[in-house]
């Protein structure tokens, strides 16, 4: 990829993204790590210490335009990346933490080495206060088959092209340090009770006791003091968060030696039957129709990493005023900042479990379904390329990882463990799993096919042609995926080849059958039970040219004042 966004003209590559990133436990404690590092691929050898390095800017991914780098990782190559650095602790613990590294490290401190990890989409922490020195040097040591392996690849791809993209490789989030006091917080799990009023916390540490502080804007609703890991903050009155009022409650935690600050919000997932006997989505009780875009999360310069913070806000902002109150972040995990973005925004998430598993199979995941072949007994691992139990195993151990991740987000209301099949298996024994861990959300079991009954959606993709309400079920309708119409606009995406589902080269005649899909397949359906829709997409990704941004960001092909218009009809009408 060639072309830059706005904001990858304008970053600072010495030091890009250097806000902090884990919103919901700060403590005053944050040393950026990104800029300059150096990097070098070997095949599986250690690498020369001497010579042979190239300069990289973290947190950008290998191959991507703003990490000046022009390689590409094989799956039997390694990735070395290394930088130097001073530190001089102001506490007594310290802490590495990496906020993504794709796909599979170890970490070297000072030629010793200080932990491992598994899996491109989630962070992880390393305790280096014995390996710190005044002068470092940081080596990471890096894997990454894509969908060679065994761990989730999403939309990347070594042969990609189509509905499938440039694989990245290696650090593509931030990297920073941290200072802990010996009596500190070490996690954080926020569970509101909506219906009475009260805020459940679950609380690990080396701390002795937490006094627990609660701001409703200036207002001070709650102190309170704990020895214990569980704490239950009850309020008089409640502020709920809606997409219109995203209200967010401040939480202060302070032990013997230091005050972390994190945030919640009162808001309550579910569903109800309208006078029809419907089932629909609700939000705090209330129905509330959801429309949404598909976002893919990868950006023509950065890959699967925003250049700024700026660029996520411009964006999300957009959304926003083109009347949309939800995003199905799709096939990808987002940085923790971009969470905390929709949680202050008002912006509901659906958020996919990255896929995995064997080769896409083109017949079994795309045209047998598409010609009405749409469910198949996913117990029958080889079918669904997850006849490895490794990879199931994985599967189950990113899952965990990327729940407990997002556990407290505000904004998300829906997990989706399995799309169109991919690598899809044991899917009502998954639900369970997710269930288990986290009551307080709906779960997509299977969103557009291979669905056997489990789950809260009734979930169907429909590109080709018309959609028509299927026979009513227990759960929810749901549209979630829809549209796909392609238009390049020249000189802001860059395809290979271009992709899409119904290409139009005049840009009037797209924007007509953009709006008039929204008016048929959505507004008209509603009445009917429809409960939701998600349109493909936010934004052109390399081929696929159908998106309501171009790839670069700097162009809006749609009308927005009459999709804004148009969405506020579906709001209306439910």
């Known amino acids: 990829m060639t072309l830059l966004s706005p904001w990858g003209e304008t970053v600072n590559l010495l030091d890009p993204l250097n806000e902090y990133?884990?919103?919901?436990?700060?403590?005053?404690?944050?040393?950026?790590?990104?800029?300059?590092?150096?990097?070098q691929i070997t095949d599986g050898s250690e690498p020369d210490l001497r010579k042979?390095?190239?300069?990289?800017?973290?947190?950008?991914?290998?191959?991507?335009?703003?990490?000046?780098?022009?390689?590409?990782?094989?799956?039997?190559q390694i990735l070395w990346m290394r930088r130097q650095f001073s530190y001089t602790p102001k506490d007594a613990v310290v802490h590495l933490n990496f906020e993504a590294v794709d796909q599979s490290c170890t970490v070297y401190l000072n030629g010793i080495e200080a932990g491992s990890h598994h899996g491109g989409y989630t962070p992880f922490s390393l305790d280096v206060t014995t390996l710190l020195r005044g002068y470092n040097e940081l080596l990471v040591k890096i894997s990454d088959p894509t969908d060679t392996g065994r761990y989730a690849y999403g939309k990347q791809k070594l042969q990609h092209g189509g509905m499938f993209y440039t694989p990245s490789s290696g650090i593509w989030q931030t990297v920073w340090l941290e200072d802990l006091p010996l009596h500190a917080v070490n996690d954080l799990k926020i569970t509101p009770d909506f219906d009475n009023q009260r805020v459940f916390l679950r609380m690990s540490g080396t701390y002795t006791q937490v006094v627990v502080t609660v701001f409703s804007g200036e207002d001070l609703v709650h102190r309170g003091i704990t020895n214990k890991e569980d704490y239950t903050i009850n309020l008089d009155t409640i502020h709920a968060w809606t997409p219109e009022d995203p209200f967010l409650y401040t939480l202060y935690l302070q032990t013997e030696e230091e005050t972390v600050k994190s945030y919640f919000a009162m808001r309550k997932f579910g569903s109800a039957r309208d006078a029809k006997g419907y089932l629909r989505f609700t939000l705090n009780g209330e129905p509330l129709f959801l429309s949404g875009l598909l976002d893919q999360g990868y950006t023509t310069d950065g890959l699967l990493t925003y250049p700024s913070e700026e660029a996520m806000r411009y964006e999300l902002q957009k959304v926003k005023e083109m009347g949309f109150n939800m995003l199905r972040k799709h096939m990808k995990v987002?940085?923790?900042?971009?969470?905390?973005?929709?949680?202050l925004m008002g912006i509901l998430v659906m958020q996919d479990i990255p896929c995995g598993g064997g080769t896409y199979d083109k017949m079994r995941n795309l045209i047998l379904p598409t010609i009405g072949f749409r469910k198949f007994d996913d117990h029958k691992y080889e079918k669904f390329g997850r006849e490895d139990a490794e990879s199931r195993d994985a599967y189950f151990?990113?899952?965990?990882?990327?729940?407990?991740?997002?556990y407290n987000e505000p904004c998300i209301f829906a997990w989706v463990p399995f799309n169109e099949g991919w690598g899809q298996f044991d899917s009502s024994e998954v639900t369970k799993f997710i269930r288990y861990y986290d009551s307080t959300r709906l779960v997509d079991s299977a969103s557009g096919w291979q669905d056997n009954g489990g789950g809260d959606f009734n979930s169907r993709h429909c590109y080709f042609r018309a959609f028509r309400v299927p026979?009513?079920?227990?759960?929810?309708?749901?549209?979630?995926?829809?549209?796909?119409?392609?238009?390049?606009?020249?000189?802001?995406?860059?395809?290979?080849?271009?992709?899409?589902?119904?290409?139009?080269?005049?840009?009037?005649?797209?924007?007509?059958?953009?709006l008039h899909a929204?008016?048929?397949?959505?507004?008209?359906?509603?009445?009917?039970?429809?409960?939701?829709?998600?349109?493909?997409?936010?934004?052109?990704?390399?081929?696929?040219?159908?998106?309501?941004?171009?790839?670069?960001?700097?162009?809006?092909?749609?009308?927005?004042?009459?999709?804004?218009?148009?969405?506020?009809r579906c709001y209306r009408s439910y």
Not at 334 to 343: F, H
Not at 518 to 531: A, C, H, M, T, Y
Request: negative net charge; hydrophobic residues 35%; contains cysteine.
């Open 21 to 39: 990133p884990r919103m919901q436990l700060q403590r005053g404690s944050f040393t950026s790590l990104n800029g300059i590092w150096e990097y």
């Open 52 to 76: 042979g390095w190239k300069k990289i800017h973290v947190p950008f991914a290998l191959g991507s335009k703003l990490s000046g780098s022009e390689d590409n990782l094989s799956p039997d």
């Open 334 to 343: 987002e940085n923790r900042r971009w969470y905390y973005l929709c949680d």
């Open 397 to 406: 151990e990113e899952l965990e990882a990327i729940l407990d991740m997002l």
């Open 471 to 514: 026979s009513r079920d227990d759960r929810i309708l749901l549209l979630s995926e829809f549209g796909g119409y392609t238009y390049l606009e020249q000189g802001h995406s860059e395809p290979d080849k271009v992709y899409g589902y119904r290409p139009f080269n005049d840009k009037a005649k797209w924007n007509d059958a953009v």
């Open 518 to 568: 929204f008016k048929r397949d959505v507004l008209e359906n509603i009445p009917r039970g429809l409960s939701g829709a998600v349109y493909t997409q936010l934004s052109d990704v390399e081929d696929e040219c159908n998106g309501l941004f171009s790839a670069d960001r700097r162009i809006l092909k749609v009308d927005l004042r009459k999709l804004r218009r148009l969405n506020d």
